[in-house]
Nanobody, 116 residues
């Protein structure tokens, strides 16, 4: 069925930037999906970071507003997360998925580490 593969994570210093990618496979209707990014820090549960609807409407977790930007390229079946002014608190595994439709197809995630 539908699979999502995250990439683009890495180790950066505070204030640095990363651009994450999430490639969807096994679907011909990616453009109809609402897509979201989630983060899971050590010892914490997975939580919502950003969401983008079929029409391009975006919503963000309060702590990343003004720093992160979610976007999508339907021709490439890919959703992105541009992360600027990164903080140590952003350190986590980042996952993508579709909450609408609710697919519950979780990949391995991509690790983002922010440290001096």
């Amino acid at each position: 069925q539908v699979q999502f593969v995250e990439s683009g994570g890495g180790l950066v210093q505070p204030g640095g930037s990363l651009k994450l990618s999430c490639a969807a496979t096994g679907t011909s209707i990616f453009s109809t999906y609402t897509m979201a990014w989630y983060q899971q820090a050590p010892g914490k549960q997975r939580e919502f970071v950003a969401i983008i609807t079929q029409r391009g409407t975006t919503t963000y977790k309060n702590s990343v507003k003004g720093r992160f930007t979610i976007s999508r390229d339907n021709a490439k079946n890919t959703v992105y997360l541009q992360m600027n002014n990164l903080k140590p608190e952003d350190t986590a595994l980042y996952y993508c998925n579709s909450p609408l439709p609710q697919l519950e197809s979780w990949g391995q995630g991509t690790q983002v580490s922010v440290s001096p």
